[in-house]
């Protein structure tokens, strides 16, 4: 996500980082080049100028040039502006009504219909509400399937009249069921765009006037960069919708939407999808965007991801187990488990700080630890639990099972030690050693 764009503005902003003389001269010579790195990045020219010259009068404002760490006021300032110009702060659902109506808009490809699904997952599991998908996408062939398969995933009920082609009885009726039947919020599937018509317009502004939703959501790809930004404005003029879900942020995305669609229509991106699982949906926040854009990570969210799968039972038994010295590789495998539930791996990476720049061109895919767990799987009760009696000849036929070297074998076993060594540490006081080493990490 934004690597190239976090690359060249690292590039950019180098100068200033560093503690040597910063003049007026090198200043603006940096900015032109965080203006090249954001039309690089498919951000509108006018919207990268702007940006450049309010950072510029902001920092002469504050008389960086004579401040003692000029390079780090500098690149706040430069962080403020980009969250500024991406919302500035979170912007929440409205879910005041019941049922709360909640209108699906976008063109053909987007992801609309998974992202309708990720929402209501979202909705069910962390707002503990009862949602209900109603499918009116009436002409695309399999769109009600696609939704019917989405909804068995998240265990969300589909409500669909596959005998109907009037989409605007289709969502009323849908609203109706809700009402009778206890569901708390609506989610309206609408057929996807082509091309921004006026038939299919005045088709969407019809339910939209039908339906009266507490939210309208415009579905946008992100990887089509200004395109998508073009497409906001287009649907903003007929629909006036209330906020934007930018998916595909997972992808080789340029940023340029992220970053230019908040200035253009003037709506706050809401959500943003980050992967292919039902469960890879995050609430927007312009300022964590801006930190991962300038290589700073987003401590804030992997904390939170963390917490998510934090199961105070479990870390109990583990800590006991670990004060007594009896940490073994099931335990390790749970530990594992939850890790890989916290959602893509290299995204997962990039939250660390100063670790952007490491992974950047490294493959990390979600089947990361599938070796480690053949290794585990292969290895007998007793071995897991004791991992010393684990000698050459184990090796060999662990290697065999988990069809891996002895070398990959040994490298986990040292791993795992060393993981052991650091949560010993943890129990006996030293996390806040721990804290203050992720404090000084690079940013």
């Known amino acids: 996500m934004f690597n190239s764009l976090s690359e060249k503005l690292d590039k950019a902003l180098h100068v200033l980082k560093g503690h040597g003389s910063i003049t007026e001269v090198n200043v603006a010579e940096t900015l032109k080049e965080v203006r090249r790195a954001l039309l690089d990045a498919d951000v509108n020219y006018k919207i990268a100028k702007e940006f450049t010259v309010r950072v510029k009068e902001k920092a002469l404002g504050e008389n960086v040039l004579t401040t003692l760490h000029p390079g780090q006021l500098m690149i706040k300032i430069v962080k403020d502006e980009l969250t500024e110009l991406m919302g500035g702060d979170a912007a929440g659902i409205n879910l005041s009504a019941s049922p709360s109506v909640i209108l699906m808009s976008g063109l053909q490809g987007s992801g609309k219909t998974t992202f309708s699904g990720k929402l209501a997952s979202y909705l069910k599991n962390k707002k503990t509400k009862k949602p209900l998908l109603v499918a009116c996408d009436v002409y695309r062939p399999a769109a009600i399937d696609q939704l ?18 009037d989409p605007v009885a289709i969502a009323e009726a849908g609203i109706a069921h809700a009402k009778a039947n206890g569901f708390n919020v609506v989610i309206i599937d609408t057929a996807g765009r082509l091309a921004i018509d006026e038939v299919m317009m005045a088709e969407i502004s019809n339910i939209h006037k039908a339906v009266n939703p507490q939210e309208t959501l415009f579905v946008v790809d992100s990887m ?7 497409t906001a404005k287009a ?21 340029g939407a992220a970053i230019s669609i908040k200035s253009v229509v003037d709506k706050p991106i809401k959500f943003i999808g980050t992967g292919e699982k039902m469960d890879a949906i995050d609430v927007f926040y312009p300022a964590r965007m801006a930190e991962r854009i300038l290589g700073m990570g987003d401590v804030i969210s992997l904390v939170e991801r963390a917490q998510e799968q934090f199961d105070e039972e479990e870390a109990r038994r583990l800590q006991k187990k670990i004060a007594k010295n009896q940490f073994g590789f099931d335990d390790f495998l749970k530990q594992i488990q939850q890790v890989k539930k916290m959602g893509n791996m290299k995204d997962l990476v990039g939250m660390i700080p100063g670790a952007g720049k490491m992974v950047k061109n490294m493959d990390i895919d979600d089947d990361a630890f599938k070796h480690i767990e053949a290794i585990i799987y292969s290895m007998t009760p007793e071995e897991r639990t004791k991992p010393a009696i684990i000698n050459s000849s184990r090796k060999k036929r662990i290697g065999k099972g988990s069809g891996t070297s002895v070398q990959e074998i040994n490298q986990l076993l040292k791993q795992f030690n060393q993981m052991s060594k650091m949560m010993k540490m943890m129990q006996g006081g030293g996390g806040k050693k721990m804290m203050q080493m992720m404090k000084n990490m690079p940013r």
Request: cysteine-free.
């Open 148 to 165: 019917d398969i989405v909804g068995e995933q998240i265990g969300v009920e589909v409500f669909s009249d596959r005998g109907n082609n």
């Open 235 to 255: 649907f903003n003029d007929v629909l006036n919708f209330d906020g934007v879900i930018l998916t595909k942020l997972d992808g080789d995305t340029r940023g």
């Open 224 to 230: 089509t960069g200004q395109d998508a930004v073009n």
